[in-house]
């Protein structure tokens, strides 16, 4: 008994980042229609802002969690405008392969700055733990799960209670309609793409606290993610939190009962049974193919 709750505590803590972790990939889909490739990079990023600010400065990575969502929003609007925009003439292929190329660079740039080698960041309680009866919590899963739920907050709240958060909504249910009212949808999915970035780049210093950097660390996280998404129903927010729990706990209950090598493979047989099983996944809907939009 204790062993399974050890487990299950070590599943929502892991879930609870993979849930900010997957929170920017489901918006940009929501709203843009868009698989974004470069988003585990993106991730990438923001652990690799946080290792710099540690290390060149000394700032504890849970305090720069908001810089580091700052420096990867604004390097992903850049993006966006530069690279993904450009591509849109050419549909969701050609999307696709843009931010497969970006994808593909962010690794060599990583490796340029940064180099090949694992970098962690090692602050005190990185190696400390909470004790409570025979349970034992690591100290930097817990403060790297609350961070990521509260930064989740603040993004459910600005998407539910600001003007922009329901500009966010109006262009994602319906493009041609928020035109009509004078919403500049180009400007908002510019703006929304940004916001995707910086939440990719705040669950970057989180995942540098758990997690060591590497330039290619993005493969095992665009899988994750993707994994989640799919599973949680493309788009849906509540549905990628629910589904990253369950990835979390599936992938701790792996590690522990079956065997540590079978962990990576768990993201990939989720999206597999997923595309079976439910397609539209755990609160996806299945899309409408009579209504036209407006031109």
């Not at 990575?61 to 609007?77: E, F, N, Q, R, Y």
């Not at 994994?227 to 701790?252: H, P, R």
């Not at 590690?255 to 609160?283: K, N």
Request: glycine share 12%; hydrophobic share 55%; proline share 4%.
């Amino acid at each position: 008994m204790g062993l399974l709750l050890q487990t299950l505590t070590f599943g929502v803590l892991l879930g609870s980042l993979y849930a900010l972790a997957s929170s920017g990939l489901a918006l940009t889909y929501g709203v843009l229609r868009i698989v974004n490739l470069v988003h585990g990079s993106l991730l990438i990023a923001g652990g690799y802002v946080t290792y710099t600010m540690w290390s060149g400065f000394g700032i504890d990575p849970i305090l720069s969690v908001p810089l580091s969502a700052a420096t990867v929003g604004v390097l992903g609007g850049v993006l966006y405008l530069a690279f993904v925009r450009p591509a849109a003439p050419g549909g969701e292929g050609g999307i696709m392969m843009a931010t497969f190329a970006l994808m593909i660079a962010g690794q060599g740039a990583f490796a340029l700055v940064w180099g090949n080698n694992p970098l962690t960041v090692a602050v005190p309680y990185t190696r400390a733990s909470f004790v409570v009866g025979d349970l034992i919590i690591p100290e930097a899963q817990l403060y790297a799960a609350v961070a990521a739920v509260a930064v989740l907050v603040v993004l459910v709240l600005l998407l539910q209670k600001t003007k922009f958060g329901r500009a966010i909504r109006a262009a994602a249910a319906n493009p041609a309609g928020a035109r009509f009212v004078g919403i500049d949808v180009g400007r908002i999915n510019a703006l929304t793409y940004s916001l995707g970035s910086a939440t990719a780049g705040a669950a970057g210093a989180l995942i540098s606290l758990v997690y060591p950097l590497t330039p290619d660390a993005w493969t095992q996280w665009l899988g994750r993610c993707l994994a989640i998404v799919v599973l949680g129903g493309l788009g849906s927010m509540a549905g990628t939190f629910i589904a990253a729990l369950v990835l979390g706990i599936l992938e701790t209950f792996t590690t522990t009962y079956v065997s540590l090598s079978w962990t990576a493979a768990v993201p990939y047989f989720v999206i597999l049974i997923v595309l079976i099983v439910r397609p539209a996944g755990i609160l996806g809907r299945r899309g409408r193919t009579d209504v036209v939009a407006a031109a």
